[in-house]
Every structure is written in C-alpha cells, then in structure tokens.
C-alpha cells in the first residue's frame, strides 16, 4: 500500500520591511515542513489577493483579506501583541478565523527598558553625562542627595500581563515589593498563573511575584490602588473605551498625596498606549512637583509635534514606542506561531488566541 500524503500549509508572511537573510533564514527553517511565501507590503498599495486566497496560514502586522479571499485560511498569527489597529476589520469582526497575537514575547525588553529609566533617573546619569562631555570632573558630593536606589520602593503595575509580569519580576531582584492590579480578581492559585506565552527563563509564570493584588474597572477601586503608598506607577493596560484617560489630575494628586518617601514623590512609567493618559494633567502634575518624573515610550499623539510642551517638562523622559524593540522580536514572535501550528495538526487548543481578554 502507498502512504498517505499529508498536504503541507501554505504560509504567507507579510511586513513592511524587507527581512534581513538572518531573519528569513530563521523563517524557512523554521516551518521547513511549509510552503512559505515572503511578501514585503508597501503604502497604499494592496496585497495581491490571489497570495491570501492561497496561503493556509497568515502571518502580519497590519494586512489582512477581504472576507471573500480568506476561506483557505486556517489561522492568523500577528506580530503585534495588540489588535487596536485591527478591530474594525471585518475579519475580527465575523471571528471564524482563529487569531493569535505576539502577547509574551515583550517582556524581556520592556521591562529592561522600564528599569534602564529608572536607573537613568535614580543615578542623575544625563547630569553625569553632560559633564563628561564637557570633560568635567564635578566634585562627587554633589550627586549625594540626588543619586538615589530602588530598593525597598513600592511599585505598582496596572496590567499584570506578560509585561508586567517581567517588571515585577526583576523589580523583585532589585529589593522592591510588588503590587499587582488587573481588572478582574485573581484570587486564587490557578487564576494568578500566566497562560500565554512566556519566553523561558522570564516572567512571573504562577503569580507569586506580588505581595498583593488588586482589581477593579472602577474609579473606587483604582484610587484605592494608587493610596498604597507606591514609589513608581507602572501602566501596562491595553488601550480600550475603559482605559482611555483612566488616570488624570484626580489619579495623580491621589499618588503624590500617599506618597510615603521622604526623599521623592511617585514616579510614571506608561509602556501602553499614550491616550491611558490625560496628557495636559500628566504635564500639569510635573510641572506642580505632584510627581517626580516620568519614563514614556508612548505619547498621545504620535509622533509628538515638535512644539508639544511634554518635549520641555521637567524629568520626562520619551522615546518613539520602541521600548519591546530589539533584534529577538521577530524569531520570538515566530516561536508562538511554531508552538500553534505543533497544536493546530495535533487537534490542541492554541494559545495567545485573541478572545477579547482584559487586563
């Protein structure tokens, strides 16, 4: 008797850039058992519809079929851990199409970036800085009372995900207490533990990182969190109508006002999305001295004009959403998808499927 022939899946992976021979070698090796088909996407031009009708499985960022052209489609993976950019897409909407997102692979570089801010901040490293440029040598008694540790801090993460998870798990290295806040109650052992994706050896997989957590959608229950006495406020929410603006003048009075530190008041680190803020109140806080400073990768709106007032704030620190960048994104990223298509020929559950989760 002849074997049975077991059809291969097409995958069509879509980007706006170019991938580098590393990257693309990582691709075909990875899904060797595929056919693969590369696809550079371009501005204001549309994807050849006869690649989607094709592919079984779909790999992008931000391009996807129409309804009519996606009937083969098995599942699509995004490399994006958010799908705010793709919500009103009529794929999403009609939801038969399995999607998984990048959620898991953010972790490591994000939560370097949030403690490199810190860090920069603590240790008065752009004064140190300026002076080495200037070929200063300052005499040292000068960064006595600025220069400052994180250990024995309080920080609180809103949005105890894969992000925060990593955050609270190297604050905890560095000496600080751990407060978690998600939208609904983890109560118990199961409920703590991080189903999605996690790059080993990184993350808080069963929870234990925190010394408490907290939850609520409500105002009641998120000024309650921020009267905790916390030294840094971290903001890992995913942008939904709930969290748009859910923290502004009232939030950040409420901060300072429980600040329990001698020496600082709180301070902001927004990794989300820009618009979880009210900006024009984050500024005013600054600018009062209601807070000691802040580390943003995201700023409503972006880009920031040049003449916005947050460039010239005192103590703010911005970089242009790059902080979960770096040369491991994409074969991360690619790693989830491996670990789908294992699950998909096995008849498993996948994970980081898109279910409209919250925080």
């Known amino acids: 008797m002849g074997s049975v022939e077991v059809s291969r899946e097409h995958l069509l992976v879509i980007f706006y850039q170019v991938f580098s021979p590393e990257v ?35 790999v992008t960022f931000t391009d ?15 490399f994006s851990a ?4 793709l919500m009103s897409h009529p794929i999403l909407k009609e939801g038969r199409i399995p999607i998984a997102t990048s959620s898991g692979i953010h972790g490591p570089p ?19 800085y300026e002076a080495q440029k200037a070929r200063r040598w300052d005499d040292k008694t000068k960064y006595m009372q600025g220069n400052h540790d994180q250990a024995g801090k309080k920080v609180g993460i809103l949005g105890y995900g894969s992000i925060g998870r990593q955050i609270g798990r190297v604050s905890q290295a560095l000496g600080m207490s751990v407060y978690a806040y998600t939208a609904s109650p983890r109560k118990t052992p199961e409920s703590k533990k991080d189903t999605g994706y996690i790059v080993p050896g990184t993350g808080d997989p069963d929870g234990s990182v925190p010394v408490s957590w907290h939850h609520g959608t409500d105002k009641e229950s998120i000024r309650s969190f921020l009267s905790l006495g916390l030294d840094h406020l971290v903001i890992s929410l995913p942008l939904t109508p709930q969290t748009t603006k ?8 409420l901060l300072s006002d429980n600040s329990t530190s001698r020496f600082a008041k709180p301070y902001i680190t927004n990794i989300s999305r820009g618009k979880v803020l009210d900006q024009d109140a984050l500024i005013d806080a600054l600018n009062a001295g209601q807070l000691s400073g802040a580390a943003l990768d995201v700023t409503d709106p972006e880009p920031l004009p040049e003449d ?21 994104y994409l074969p991360r990223s690619l790693d989830i998808l491996r670990l789908n298509l294992d699950r998909l020929a096995k008849g498993e559950p996948l994970i980081n499927v898109y279910a409209g989760r919250g925080y």
Do not use: C
Not at 82 to 85: A, F, R, S, V
Not at 110 to 128: C, D, P, S, Y
């Open 24 to 58: 693309e070698r990582v691709i075909r090796e990875k899904f060797a058992d595929s056919e693969v088909t590369l696809y550079q996407s371009k501005p204001g031009e549309q994807v050849p519809r006869e690649l989607y009708r094709n592919a079984t499985i779909l």
């Open 64 to 78: 996807l079929p129409e309804l009519e052209d996606s009937h083969n489609l098995k599942l699509i993976h995004t």
């Open 82 to 85: 958010g799908l705010d950019h």
């Open 110 to 128: 994000i939560a370097e970036w949030t403690i490199m801010n810190w860090i920069l901040a603590g240790r008065q490293h752009f004064q140190v």
């Open 246 to 253: 859910f923290l502004g003048a009232e939030e950040f009075a």
């Open 308 to 328: 916005h007032p947050l460039w010239d704030t005192p103590n703010v620190q911005i970089s242009p959403h790059l902080s979960g960048l770096g040369r491991e």
